[in-house]
């Protein structure tokens, strides 16, 4: 693929989808962390609908310290893998009192030390709430940008770094959302929505004809 039909995927993208931007619940940058945290193979739906009930009461490190982790796993225990979250959010949660004041730390190095955060959760916070034009890659960037040929790669480091090699300049800040929510409500997994898609003559998934 090109980089016209890049810049053309993107220009079409952004105008389908005018504002780009996470659809996890939250208001500071502790609580989007924490958000973040939790979504890891969950939903965005499930995980606003355990924070609506947490973030009013400890939405803080010091207030989430404070409830405990039987505390905490009681406001998440509808998330997956909600013991463990747990306990690396406690963990996170003194780090974050201990090593930065209570802040969330604006750089990766610092972001990838909390417990509970990998790469893909530090991308999230550096473009989400710093500003950052990084891309994280999860199931659904992984899968678009192999299926349209945008940045086909084996893994997931090497889908990012295609992605930040290729990706035009000017949708940098938002490609990670244009394609994330191009991936959730159009390009699906078991049965893209080819017929509907802005992008299906720009694409080059092979089998679209006969899956849209």
């Known amino acids: 693929m090109n980089l016209k039909k890049r810049l053309d995927i993107f220009d079409r993208l952004a105008k389908a989808i005018p504002d780009p931007s996470t659809e996890l619940h939250y208001t500071t940058d502790f609580e989007l962390l924490i958000a973040v945290v939790l979504s890891a193979q969950a939903t965005d739906k499930g995980v606003n609908k355990a924070t609506a009930k947490l973030f009013p009461i400890a939405n803080t490190p010091s207030d989430i310290l404070a409830l405990g982790e039987a505390g905490l796993k009681q406001h998440i225990k509808t998330i997956g893998l909600f013991n463990s979250k747990a306990a690396h959010i406690i963990t996170l949660c003194r780090q974050l009192l201990d090593k930065h004041a209570g802040q969330v730390p604006q750089t990766r190095e610092h972001l990838e ?61 938002d490609a990670h959302h244009l394609l994330i929510l191009h991936g959730r409500y159009t390009c699906i997994a078991r049965k893209p929505r080819c017929q509907s898609c802005v992008i299906e003559d720009l694409c080059e998934y092979k089998a679209k004809l006969t899956d849209g």
Not at 136 to 155: K, L, M, S, W
Request: aromatic share 4%; hydrophobic share 40%.
């Open 113 to 173: 030390a909390l417990a509970g955060v990998g790469r893909k959760t530090a991308n999230v916070i550096l473009n989400t709430a710093f500003g950052h034009p990084t891309i994280a890659v999860d199931t659904h960037i992984f899968r678009v940008a192999n299926r349209t040929g945008i940045a086909p790669g084996n893994t997931v480091l090497e889908v990012e770094r295609k992605l930040d090699k290729w990706v035009p300049k000017k949708h940098k800040q």
